[in-house]
């Protein structure tokens, strides 16, 4: 036991100290313990909940089948291009839903009320959601870049196939932030409807489910409103069917917006 | 009492959802190892003034701490645990590993053997939260309050829907947590739970400390003793007394509730020479506090 003792020094009555050292003077010793049993908490009770991780991860292959594959099989350019694109469309989901749904319902169950009471510490708890909506978002990449090789003949050389691997991963990051965003502010009940409200059409405005150049230009030019559409481009890019905007704009945009839905979700769960 | 001592205070604390007035002027002062039991009728506010004391809500006036700190510190809350009624704890996790994650959240946990002992929990621990009885979960979030020996222990209505041999595990480990000198702050409806574990007590009624002191104090608040006998008069005869407020019977006996309680006996002695059974009783804690919350109803 004496190893977990530590001294209890901590910020208080101190003048004021740097955010950060004040910050790092709470963490407990076990700290890393806290974070690790957090996420594997957090995998266990998704695991034990196969009504939301089944169809999240069920969803996007069948989708990319029946649109991407089947419908069009004549041409070899689509289940190229909507590769790219339904890979942006699957990690939206676990973000989105993770949070959205799942935030919502343990803010109104009262759980994150206990959490803030409870020593944990902080960030651990989002994390832990993050880490689950990554691990989903690899898992959907990879079933979808299996069906797009064996099932549509999709050649990529090895460093696109890693690459896009990597935008569809971090790329559930800003979902995770607007689902967060949406799960501190909706009810439970509400929140599936809310969720899909914006997932399914922001999904088709940005040219997930067919290339906007075969829309009406109105929609190309709003485009840039939608960050999958922004995060679309860079997966394209990659694979040699990006609408030729540079790539730098579209990191800052999307990388802004993660920050910005956080900072924003975090006053709200405060003051819940 | 030591100004020192006192580990959980609210001082002259102001709360107001929109217009409703939640608390007004509130303080409370908690002295480690006492327990300190909250009463008051629903809608009173013992729960806004829980939820300032955790550092879920913030003062509109006044101040609320804990251990001289905000309540939403971090070195506050690792020193406090808390069982509230609106507990949302995960279903799908068994109770053994609930208790790991809350144990990993403080430096110095209690030992699992000890959470599962004090909680009486032992048949829980595989199974999970969302199979459990009501009363089972009631045991299961009074073992993650337990989890970081605590200094300090937040029970919103802690017994509520435990059987009998439940409850007297729970007081008794309230009892001696509160000997090996843990704060305990209860909040009941259960007055005999109050009148069993507490050391002081206060009363809220509407938004206000109405009444505050020991229990011995508060049962002295109330006047009234209950006379019991077996006797034979009328109760119109008896309620017709000047001092006698009421009278009921159940089958041969009859109870009496009086201010005076000497000058009835007495009457009653006389009256009837064939009375046994005489029982002469102080008010419990329930009456005073029906007495105490209706001297403030009628005073607002």
Redesign the interface.
């Known amino acids: 036991?004496d190893a977990?003792?530590?001294n209890?020094k901590?910020?208080?009555g101190q003048p004021r100290r740097p955010k950060v050292t004040t910050f790092i003077a709470?963490l407990?010793?076990?700290n890393l313990?806290?974070y690790l049993?957090?996420a594997k908490?957090e995998f266990?009770?998704v695991l034990?909940?196969p009504a939301f991780a089944v169809p999240t991860l069920l969803f996007p292959p069948m989708f990319y089948l029946l649109f991407g594959l089947i419908l069009n099989r004549d041409s070899a350019n689509a289940a190229h291009y909507l590769f790219a694109t339904y890979s942006v469309f699957g990690v939206m989901a676990p973000g989105l839903f993770g949070f959205g749904v799942g935030v919502s319902i343990?803010r109104?169950?009262?759980?994150?009320?206990?959490k803030?009471?409870?020593?944990?510490?902080?960030g651990a708890y989002l994390l832990a959601k993050m880490a689950m909506a990554a691990l989903f978002a690899l898992i959907i990449y990879v079933v979808l870049a299996a069906m797009a090789r064996f099932f549509g003949g999709v050649q990529l050389a090895a460093w696109q196939w890693l690459l896009l691997g990597a935008i569809a991963v971090f790329g559930v990051l800003p979902f995770c932030a607007l689902g967060l965003l949406i799960g501190s502010r909706v009810n439970a009940a509400g929140a599936p409807a809310i969720v899909n409200f914006i997932y399914l059409p922001m999904a088709f405005l940005s040219g997930l489910w067919m290339p906007l150049s075969l829309l009406p230009k109105f929609f190309s030019q709003i485009a840039p409103l939608w960050p999958p559409y922004h995060l679309s481009q860079l997966a394209l890019t990659t694979i040699g069917h990006g609408d030729g905007s540079p790539l730098l704009p579209h990191v800052i945009l999307v990388v802004t917006f993660t920050a910005i839905c956080f900072a924003v979700a975090r006053r709200w769960l405060a003051r819940t | 009492m030591a100004q020192a001592d006192v580990v959980a205070m609210l001082a002259a604390v102001g709360k107001n959802y929109g217009k409703l007035v939640a608390l007004d002027a509130v303080d409370v002062n908690v002295h480690r190892g006492e327990v300190f039991a909250l009463l008051g009728p629903n809608g009173a506010g013992k729960t806004t003034a829980i939820s300032l004391l955790l550092g879920l809500l913030k003062p509109d006036a006044g101040v609320a701490s804990l251990f001289g700190m905000p309540p939403e510190t971090f070195a506050a809350r690792r020193r406090i645990g808390s069982m509230l009624q609106t507990a949302g704890v995960p279903e799908t996790l068994t109770i053994g590993e609930l208790i790991e994650l809350f144990r990993s959240y403080y430096p110095a946990p209690r030992t699992v053997a000890d959470i599962v002992e004090l909680a009486g929990v032992a048949d829980l621990l595989n199974r999970r939260y969302g199979k459990l009885s009501g009363g089972q979960q009631r045991r299961a979030q009074f073992a993650l309050a337990l989890a970081g020996k605590a200094e300090i222990l937040f029970l919103d209505e802690p017994t509520t829907g435990l059987d009998i041999e439940a409850r007297e595990t729970m007081w008794r480990t309230i009892r001696s947590l509160a000997r090996e000198g843990c704060a305990i702050v209860l909040t009941t409806h259960y007055l005999e739970e109050a009148e069993a574990l507490a050391d002081r007590v206060s009363v809220l009624a509407r938004g206000r400390i109405v009444a505050s002191g020991s229990v011995q104090q508060m049962r002295a608040r109330v006047a009234q003793r209950r006379i019991r006998c077996l006797s034979g008069l009328a109760e119109t005869t008896v309620a017709a007394w000047p001092e006698v407020r009421s009278v009921e019977r159940d089958g041969e006996r009859i109870e009496i509730v009086t201010d005076a309680a000497e000058a009835v006996v007495r009457q009653l002695l006389f009256e009837d020479t064939n009375l046994s059974e005489l029982e002469v009783r102080r008010a419990g804690l329930a009456e005073a506090f029906v007495e105490i919350t209706k001297v403030a109803a009628d005073a607002a």
């Open positions: 036991m977990e003792r530590r209890t901590d910020g208080s709470t407990p010793r076990n313990t806290s049993l957090e908490y266990l009770r034990r909940t343990e109104e169950r009262g759980w994150l009320a206990l803030r009471i409870a020593p944990m510490p902080p």
